[in-house]
């Protein structure tokens, strides 16, 4: 039996426990495979389907989640990320609210082309400009109240504007694979910078 969930753009009022961006630990689970995603496709905000193997991979991750105790998502509407949540909605009985903040970046005329082809530059002509993601990617994050614990719903991209608005550097130790959940823990104790867990 599917759940039924609907996508709202504004952010619920809660009278319990809140979220804080930057001071609150949360859940970040990238959206299951795709097509694209396996084959190096740049997809940005192209809508694209999850591959059987995605969804799979998706209901793995559910299992895990569903010991969490978790009781809000928040999913970019873009299809890939809102089937993903809607997966784990089912799973953990938890709500979804959708946040436009939180969709890939726009990648403007490399959508649908080898990420490969993709220019060096930060800011090639007809691509959303980083600043202007992080920006975005930040104001929905600041949008995101509870209740604790949340998951968070997303794309590769968001996740590395995510680590840059935290302090952590954008290499090989902040990339995030396809289904992958991570706990985000912020500085805590002896502990100054960020740490991310996988679970």
């Not at 426990?17 to 970040?28: A, I």
């Not at 396996?38 to 193997?53: F, K, M, N, S, Y």
């Not at 952590?168 to 992958?180: F, N």
Request: charged fraction near 25%; proline fraction near 7%; aromatic fraction near 8%.
């Amino acid at each position: 039996m599917e759940m039924q969930i609907s996508c709202s753009t504004e952010a619920p009022a809660f009278d319990e426990s809140t979220f804080e961006f930057g001071t609150t630990p949360f859940y970040f689970l990238r959206h299951g495979e795709t097509y694209e995603s396996r084959e190096g496709i740049v997809q940005g905000q192209t809508d694209t389907e999850l591959t059987l193997a995605g969804r799979r991979l998706v209901e793995s991750a559910a299992e895990a989640l569903s010991s969490l105790s978790l009781r809000s998502i928040y999913a970019s509407p873009l299809k890939r990320a809102w089937r993903t949540a809607a997966i784990i909605a089912v799973y953990t009985k938890v709500p979804v609210y959708g946040l436009p903040g939180l969709m890939e970046r726009d990648w403007g005329d490399f959508e649908g082309r080898p990420a490969a082809h993709r220019p060096s530059i930060s800011d090639p002509a007809t691509v959303e400009p980083q600043e202007d993601f992080t920006q975005r990617v930040l104001t929905a994050m600041e949008a995101i109240k509870g209740p604790l614990p949340i998951l968070v719903v997303a794309h590769s991209g968001v996740f590395r504007a995510i680590c840059e608005l935290v302090g952590l550097r954008a290499d090989g130790r902040t990339t995030v694979g396809t289904g992958q959940v991570l706990r985000m823990e912020p500085p805590a104790g002896r502990r100054e910078a960020w740490s991310i867990i996988e679970i």
